[in-house]
């Protein structure tokens, strides 16, 4: 038998099996070669947590500035809305606002009694001092009784988390701290116009 002697004729022409001809080359498949290694498969899941890790916490703390911004837009707006319905109320019905609660939607509208069952976006809360306002001007013992500090928190609203949030906010405020970031703080001053009388 006479054996191919170019690699293009190896290949055309069927070989001896070793039984017929024990000269014969042998071919095996490598099919040890088509699968990975585990030293393959270690090293790729290195790289893809290495990548992975970072980009997750990129996209938390993408989300935690997304809510900061949403909190301060909106909450500022919230504020201003409270700040003029303050504004337009009798002197005398002030204190009826005194810690109340309120829920606004994800526009920063009010919400009616009758739609509280739906999920409310933002909860905010609204804190008015008692006649006697200091403005430390030339006397500073001087208080102005025709004004009223008026404190806004406006947060997100998450039930039980929100209403905790709420409350460190104010104790942060009465101790002088720095509030939470993911809440909306707004100051003003109501004035008596004297439109009541």
């Not at 000269?23 to 899941?45: D, F, K, Q």
């Not at 009465?174 to 993911?182: D, L, S, Y």
């Amino acid at each position: 038998m006479k054996y191919p002697t170019s690699s293009a004729s190896l290949w055309a022409k069927p070989l001896a099996t070793p039984a017929s001809n024990p000269v014969a080359p042998i071919r095996r498949a490598n099919h040890w070669r088509s699968g990975s290694t585990l030293v393959e498969m270690v090293i790729t899941v290195g790289l893809l947590v290495s990548v992975l890790v970072p980009l997750v916490g990129l996209l938390t703390m993408g989300m935690e500035t997304s809510l900061k911004a949403g909190v301060n837009t909106i909450g500022s707006r919230i504020t201003n809305q409270l700040m003029g319905e303050l504004q337009q109320a009798d002197w005398q019905d002030l204190d009826g606002w005194n810690g109340r609660t309120m829920y606004f939607d994800d526009q920063g509208l009010a919400m009616p009694d009758s739609t509280l069952d739906r999920a409310a976006a933002f909860m905010a809360q609204v804190y008015i001092s008692t006649p006697g306002v200091n403005l430390a001007t030339h006397n500073a013992n001087a208080n102005n009784a025709t004004q009223r500090k008026v404190t806004t928190v406006v947060s997100p609203a998450n039930g039980e988390r929100s209403i905790k949030l709420l409350a460190d906010t104010l104790s942060a405020l009465e101790a002088g701290k720095a509030t939470p970031t993911t809440v909306r703080v707004g100051h003003g001053l109501v004035t008596k116009t004297g439109k009541d009388i």
